[in-house]
């Protein structure tokens, strides 16, 4: 059974940065693509970013790229996103995913989840 344990969100004024974590055994990086995903209330669940287990290939939804950083995890340091000049749109509860490559940014085909971190973004 893998776990993923979500930790970094909170409430902040807009502009700032936050980043998160999520924590497993070393060898899910390795053996899984890694992704972070968030859904706001009333939304469908959204893909955010990607790693793959190489930990040299990086994906971004275009509505972050160039705020948001996905790092990959190892045995050193957790799955992370560190997340830049925040704004209100980007309130929303934070998933970490782990799951097929092939399948995952897409939310009904990812295997695994974390339980989630919430982020608030107020102006």
């Known amino acids: 059974q893998v776990q993923l344990v979500e930790s970094g969100g909170g409430s902040v004024e807009a502009g700032v940065s936050l980043t998160l974590s999520c924590a497993t055994s070393?060898?899910?990086?390795?053996?899984?693509?890694m992704a972070w995903f968030r859904q706001a209330p009333g939304k469908e669940r959204e893909w955010v970013a990607t790693?793959?287990?190489?930990?040299?290939?990086?994906k971004y939804n275009e509505a972050v790229k160039g705020r948001f950083t996905v790092s990959p995890g190892n045995a050193a340091e957790a799955f992370r996103l560190q997340m830049n000049n925040l704004k209100p749109d980007d309130t929303a509860r934070y998933f970490c995913?782990?799951?097929?490559?092939?399948?995952?940014?897409?939310?009904?085909?990812?295997?695994?989840w974390g339980q989630g971190t919430q982020v608030t973004v107020f102006s």
């Open positions: 995913a782990a799951g097929d490559c092939v399948y995952i940014s897409n939310s009904t085909r990812v295997r695994y």
């Open positions: 070393p060898q899910w990086y390795r053996n899984f693509c």
């Open positions: 790693t793959y287990p190489s930990g040299d290939r990086l």
